[in-house]
Nanobody, 127 residues
Framework: QVQVVESGGGLVQPGGSLRLSCTASGTTFNDLSIGWFRQAPGKEREGVSCITTSHETKYSEDWMKGRFIISRDNAKNTSYLEMSSLSPEDAATYYC????????????????????WGQGTQVTVSS
């Protein structure tokens, strides 16, 4: 049974930073592609970033490349999403998802591509 667990959310002031973590167990972490998604209140869930088995990365918006950094540490079975210069528009529930037979060169920001999901971690940006 594959389990995906996010952590690291919380309350941060505008302009602040957070690092979210995603741990996956019950499978070979090295073989996973990892995706991060977010859902703000009243909005549809959207893809944020993903990382392949060989650490190739993709971001849904060009501006995210400067403020969001996705990474993975296979030794710890963990992926990270580092977020900086946060604004109230970034407030959302952030979800991690895994694709069990990931690619070395391509990852997707489509929800349908992912097999297992975490419960989400809440990020609140407010002064």
């Amino acid at each position: 049974q594959v389990q995906v667990v996010e952590s690291g959310g919380g309350l941060v002031q505008p302009g602040g930073s957070l690092r979210l973590s995603c741990t996956a167990s019950g499978t070979t972490f090295n073989d996973l592609s990892i995706g991060w998604f977010r859902q703000a209140p009243g909005k549809e869930r959207e893809g944020v970033s993903c990382i392949t088995t060989s650490h190739e990365t993709k971001y849904s918006e060009d501006w995210m490349k400067g403020r969001f950094i996705i990474s993975r540490d296979n030794a710890k079975n963990t992926s990270y999403l580092e977020m900086s210069s946060l604004s109230p528009e970034d407030a959302a529930t952030y979800y991690c998802a895994v694709e069990t037979y990931g690619s070395t060169w391509y990852c997707s920001l489509l929800e349908v591509e992912y097999d297992f999901w975490g419960q989400g971690t809440q990020v609140t940006v407010s002064s």
